[in-house]
Structure formats: C-alpha cells, structure tokens
C-alpha cells in the first residue's frame, strides 16, 4: 500500500525565516505534486516534479525531488503572512494514471 | 478558459438519503477524478473515469457510484448517507499529457445530519 507522509503535521513560523516541509513515500515514483489549500477553499497546484532533481522554485516557495531517496522537499524562505496555508504533497497511485494519494498535510501559520 | 465547476457548493442531506454531486471538467480534459477530503485530512481517492469508463476505484463502499457522460462531465452518487460521509467532495480534471497534472474544483460540501 503506497503511503505519503508528511512532516511536520504543523508548523508556526516567524515572518523572515527558513522553514523545510518534508514528504516521504513508500513506493517508487517518478512524479510528485505540491498542493496549497486555503482554509475552506480548494486545491490550488503549486509544483509538478516529474524526474529525479527536479527542483522548481516559485517566489518564497522551491520544490525538490529525490526519486532515490523517496522524498520530496518544500522550502520556504523569509516566510510571509500571505504563505499561511495548508500544504500538500501527493503521489500517484500508479505511475499511468491520475488518481493521486495525498499525505495529511502540512498546516503552515507564519506570524508577525 | 473556465476551470472546473462543481455543483451545487453546499449540500445539508439526513441520515439515510441519497446525494448526486455533479462536476465539469476543464474544456478538452477527458479524464475525472473525484475526491473525499474529510475536516483535518488529506483528499482520499474515490474514482477516476477517462474516456467515459471508471480507470480506478478507491477503498470506498458501494454506496459511492460515479459515471462520466459523452460531454465529459460526471456525477457522483452517495447512497444511503451516513455522518460519516459529511465532507468536502472534490473533482479534479486532467489532460492526457505528461505530468497528468490534475486541476481541482472549488468542491462540494456536504454535510449529513
């Protein structure tokens, strides 16, 4: 059974510093996707790595994949208020399809 | 272009009733999927259909049914609501490309009383 860990579950954080949201799986894959997801609202795609060291950045956010290792890394740097979110890695359940296995979630509140 | 649309947003049922969620998919995505995110959780696979027939089923019951029409829009139907079932029902759309990144609608919320 493929299975997505996330860690930390929660995270609070200053304005201004670094944070490492860390997503661990437990089968092989070629591919892994970081969702953002608002309080009541929906999923909103951040990065699709699709190779070993694939690594994506977009603002104060940079996405890493290690295939090797299984793990995939969310970087946050000189966090703001406006990050405060919760954080998804996901997994495909076979590397031919769609359908996605998500971790728990990473739930990110940066303070003043 | 529009995204995916749900329907309807919000959704009260009791014990017992049945519920059909509807969803259409980003123009010129064949494939859906449809999720179950419980209040605290991560979304949890229910099914997914491309080209109008059912490619993956999650660990759900019978009671989850789904179907995708011609135009590509599907429905999803609970029977026999259970509290349990209370969450936030989401569709994803994609496109057969190589990253087969999903793009997820604004969901459904139900809530079973």
């Known amino acids: 059974e493929l299975k997505v860990e996330q860690n930390p579950l929660f995270l609070s954080m200053q304005e201004g510093k670094n944070y490492t949201i860390y997503c661990n799986y437990s089968t092989t894959s070629d591919r892994l996707y970081w969702y953002r997801q608002d309080p009541g609202k929906s999923l909103e795609s951040l990065f699709v790595?699709?190779?070993?060291?694939a690594v994506k950045q977009e603002g104060r956010l940079m996405a890493s994949l290690d295939t090797k290792a299984r793990l995939s890394t969310l970087h946050i740097t000189a966090a703001v208020h406006d990050l405060s979110a919760t954080y998804f890695c996901?997994?495909?359940?076979?590397?031919?399809?769609?359908?996605?296995?998500f971790g728990k979630g990473t739930s990110l509140l940066v303070t003043p | 272009d529009a995204g995916v649309t749900q329907s309807p947003t919000h959704l009260i049922k009791t014990r017992g009733q049945q519920v059909t969620l509807r969803c259409s998919p980003i123009s010129g995505h064949k494939s859906v999927s449809w999720y179950q995110q419980v209040l605290g959780q991560g979304p949890q696979f229910i099914f997914q259909y491309y080209e109008k027939e059912e490619r993956g089923r999650g660990n759900f019951p019978d009671r989850f049914s789904a179907r995708q029409f011609p135009n590509y829009s599907s429905e999803l139907n609970v029977n026999a609501l259970l509290l349990g079932d209370s969450a936030l029902y989401l569709c994803a759309s994609s496109f057969r490309g190589s990253s087969y990144e999903q793009y997820f609608g604004p969901g459904t919320r139900l809530t079973v009383t």
């Open positions: 790595l699709l190779s070993n060291g």
């Open positions: 996901a997994v495909p359940l076979s590397n031919s399809g769609y359908a996605l296995n």
